[in-house]
Structures are given as structure tokens and as C-alpha cells.
């Protein structure tokens, strides 16, 4: 079902439009905070489309109250559940801003979240396709848990933020929080939107863009992401890990993108660590995969080899 309303709203024509992507799967309880939260926004300028990955809850009948109150907004209920790769690529392929925010509906836009991000990003040159922030960590109550970057003493981030061209940091670590980045279209447009091959997007998004475009970390905090148990952020590095799978193709996607030998270096780091958490939590086939990985980037340690065989121990004993 599809709400046909105009998607522009063009109160202030010389700010460019920002597409907020709402996509939800089963956030009915998280709903009415999360969409609420981009009514509140300083931002005069927004494209506002609600995606529905088919929930089994209360989400699609939220969704039509909102999209009903607010007719610029677009309303996408999908007929089955297409993961959120693909969810997401449906808006965007009927977006129109010069930047996107792809919003999942259990967090929270904090007032000035737009207007500062634009603001930032009209201060960069362009070759900067994507920014992002802080956030603030909030149970699923909204109780204040905590920061995505603790801060030890003052000026000391960590995880530590990197700035510009940032292929090798992405590929060795993880420091970006996905809810807080808001991203340039062209970006998108130029890597064909997420890889719907794909169970997760933000690993894959950040590596293919940092391949040609420089990033800007904003050291303010402008979202809260909730945790809680469905999360997708709660899933990962669990036995059965179902997103573990799609990590290694990101890495062998990675591998045909590294241009140096530092690059390559960063690589056998990220999968390195992969490695290590599959065999932590049993999942054996795809640690023995992580580790011909590392053979094919010539970077096996003692260690990894010693995890290899582990791996090919459990798997045995797991049969």
C-alpha cells in the first residue's frame, strides 16, 4: 500500500531536502517515539518516507495513523518481509533529497539532528559523502545506558573517530555509530543503494563508500539508540550468528578494493578479530572459511592457525 501524497515540502527552497527513511520490522512499541521525534525536527526541509518490512505487531496500523496525520509523509507497506537491505533500497529509489538518513524506527532523532548534520555538511568540501556523530544509549524504557564513545578524559574518544579518507580505519575497526549518519545521495546513487545480497548494510555501506569518499565525524551527540533484545546490534557474534555469513563476503568484497599493503594489513586485522569470535561461539564453517581468508592475504599468525584446527575440531565433535 502506497501514500501518493507529494514527498517535497518546500517551505525553505534554498536548504537542500533531507529524505528521512523510516524503516520498521516489529517496532510497534518504539513507534510513536521514533516517529515523533522527526515531527519535533528543527529542519525545515524533509522528505519523510515510512517503510513497513512487513511487521507480524501493531507497526502497519501505526504507520497508516501517522502517514494519514501528516500527508506529505509516503507510506510503503511491503507485502512480505525483504530484510532491511532491500527495504530501505525502495525508498531511496523513490527519494529526492541531496542527503538520506536511513532511521530505524526503535531509536530516536534528537531535535537539532538534521539542521546540525546539514550544517556540517555545508561547511565540507565535496568530496565528504557522509557524516556522522555520537549517541546516546537508551534502554528500552528510555533510560539513559550510556555514550557510543566513552570518554576516559578530555579530549580522548574511544573508540577513536577517524576523518577523511578512512578506507583502512573502516576495514580494521569498528567506530561509527550506523543510527547517527546522515549520507550525501550521490553516495548511494554511485554504489547502486545497499547490496540486498546482504543480511546487514551498515559494514558494506561504510567500506564500498570509504573507497571514494572522505568522512566527518561531528562531536556532538544527536540520536538515541535503543537497546534492547531484538536489536540487530544484540544478534551478532551469538552461536549461529546469522549475520557472520555476510561479514565474510563483505571481507572477500573488501579484499578486491584494497589498493596497498596497509590496506590489505587493515583487512587481516578486521578478520583476524572475525575469526577469533566464530570459533568463541562454535560457529565453525565460518571460522574455517575467516582463516582461508587469512591465508589468501598471506597474514596467518600461530594463533590463527591454532584456531583453525580448533575449528576443525568442533566441527567434528559438533557432527
Excluded at 533531507?18 to 510497534?28: E, F, M, R
Excluded at 519523510?48 to 495513523?65: F, G, N, Q, Y
Excluded at 574455517?288 to 581468508?293: D, Q, S, V
Aim: hydrophobic residues 40%.
Amino acid at each position: 500500500m502506497t501514500n501518493d501524497a507529494p514527498s517535497v515540502l518546500s517551505a525553505v527552497p534554498e536548504l537542500p531536502l533531507v529524505t528521512v527513511v523510516a524503516l520498521c520490522y516489529n517496532h510497534a512499541r518504539f513507534l510513536r517515539p521514533a516517529l515523533d521525534s522527526i515531527l519535533v525536527q528543527t529542519y525545515p526541509r524533509l522528505e519523510v518516507i515510512l517503510v513497513d518490512d512487513a511487521s507480524t505487531d501493531d507497526s502497519a496500523t501505526i504507520l497508516r495513523e501517522y502517514a494519514n496525520a501528516h500527508p506529505s509523509w509516503q507510506l510503503l507497506l511491503l507485502p512480505r518481509n525483504e530484510g532491511n537491505c532491500a527495504a530501505f533500497n525502495h525508498a531511496f529509489r523513490r527519494s529526492q533529497g541531496e542527503f538520506l538518513i536511513d532511521f530505524a524506527t526503535d531509536d530516536v532523532l534528537l531535535p537539532e539532528r538534521i539542521a546540525r548534520q546539514v550544517a556540517v555538511f555545508q561547511q565540507l568540501p565535496p568530496s565528504y559523502g557522509l557524516v556522522y556523530s555520537d549517541a546516546e544509549h537508551v534502554d528500552e524504557q528510555g533510560h539513559h545506558v550510556g555514550y557510543h564513545y566513552k570518554r576516559p578524559r578530555p579530549g580522548v574518544l574511544l573508540p577513536r573517530p577517524a576523518e577523511g579518507w578512512v578506507f583502512a580505519e573502516v576495514l580494521r575497526r569498528y567506530f561509527i555509530s550506523s543510527p547517527t549518519v546522515l549520507v550525501r545521495r550521490a553516495v548511494l546513487a554511485e554504489l547502486g543503494g545497499y547490496d540486498e545480497t546482504l543480511t546487514y548494510e551498515d559494514f558494506d555501506f561504510w567500506v564500498r563508500a570509504a573507497r571514494n569518499w572522505q568522512f566527518h565525524f561531528q562531536d556532538e551527540k544527536t540520536t538515541q539508540k535503543r537497546l534492547h533484545p531484538q536489536a540487530m546490534s544484540r544478534r551478532g557474534y551469538r552461536p549461529h550468528d546469522p549475520y557472520l555469513a555476510s561479514t565474510i563476503r563483505i571481507c572477500r568484497k573488501a579484499r578486491a578494493l584494497c589498493r596497498t599493503p596497509d590496506e590489505q594489513d587493515a583487512l587481516a586485522v578486521r578478520v583476524r578479530w572475525e575469526l577469533r569470535q566464530a570459533v568463541r561461539w562454535r560457529n565453525f564453517s565460518e571460522a574455517r572459511e575467516l582463516y582461508g581468508l587469512l591465508r589468501e592475504l598471506q597474514a596467518v599468525r600461530p594463533l590463527d592457525w591454532l584456531l583453525s584446527q580448533a575449528a576443525g575440531i568442533g566441527a567434528l565433535l559438533s557432527s
